[in-house]
């Protein structure tokens, strides 16, 4: 036989509060009930944007992305994609000018672990959804670098594989996808302006099956590249705007 003592049960705005569920309960739930009052929390529930306590500190108040991301970028991100995503180095991709929505969808996959890397998985784990958005947005908003072609003549035999491909092999044109000057898409990255030894791993990466982020086209497309058509089409991208 069960018996409900009166003092075991309350209530708060009309909601019954009983000891099956626990003091403790109780307590959180009334806790919940008096944030959802407070008056940024309709803002930041309207945004979606749970961050997590690793970036929380460092978000300012919902509403502006650009400049929630570059906060975040500035602490978090540009000591490998420097301050305004340009890069510091060939290890690491040039984000400036990236598509916001591709950008997302990588540091998603990196958390998921679709995507390997030993550096972004654990940053791109803690990451909420908010603060993967305001970071892409921040990116996609900066001025995209450029790399002078070192080699010209190797340049524009990289211009003829990314517009014709290479009719002979059966090598694709790298157009059909990535579109008129490597700018990108949703879907696919913004190539112009990367660097060039960047890209040039990318391609041996899908070559390996080292990377297989549902990129099984670039497997067979890089697979059949030569080493003379990665380093052309690369050394040409670089120097894009």
């Known amino acids: 036989m069960s018996v409900n003592r009166r003092a075991d049960t309350g209530s708060h705005n009309g909601v019954i509060f009983n000891d099956r569920w626990g003091t403790g309960m109780a307590l959180k739930t009334k806790r919940l009930f008096a944030w959802v009052r407070h008056p940024w929390a309709a803002g930041v529930l309207a945004a979606g944007c749970w961050c997590s306590a690793a970036w929380a500190a460092d978000v300012p108040p919902a509403g502006d992305d650009i400049a929630t991301g570059a906060k975040l970028a500035a602490k978090h991100c540009a000591a490998c994609h420097g301050a305004n995503g340009q890069g510091v180095a060939s290890d690491f991709p040039s984000l400036a000018g990236q598509n916001e929505k591709y950008l ?39 001025k995209p670098v450029v790399n002078p072609a070192k080699d010209p003549m190797l340049a524009n035999a ?54 297989a982020d549902g990129s099984a086209v670039m497997n067979v497309i890089a697979s059949r590249m030569s080493e003379m058509e990665m380093k052309a089409v690369v050394e040409y991208l670089g120097a894009l705007k």
């Open 158 to 211: 990289g211009a003829f594989v990314y517009e014709r491909g290479n009719p002979y092999t059966g090598l694709p044109a790298c157009v059909s996808c990535h579109g008129t000057g490597g700018r990108g898409n949703a879907e696919l990255p913004r190539l112009a302006g990367q660097h060039p030894l960047y890209i040039e791993r990318q391609l041996k990466k899908f070559v390996d099956r080292s990377r």
């Open 104 to 142: 997302a969808k990588q540091l998603r996959d990196f958390a998921s672990g679709v995507r390997d890397s030993t550096v972004m998985d654990a940053k791109a784990a803690v990451l909420s959804e908010c603060s993967i958005r305001a970071v892409s947005r921040y990116y996609q908003s900066q």
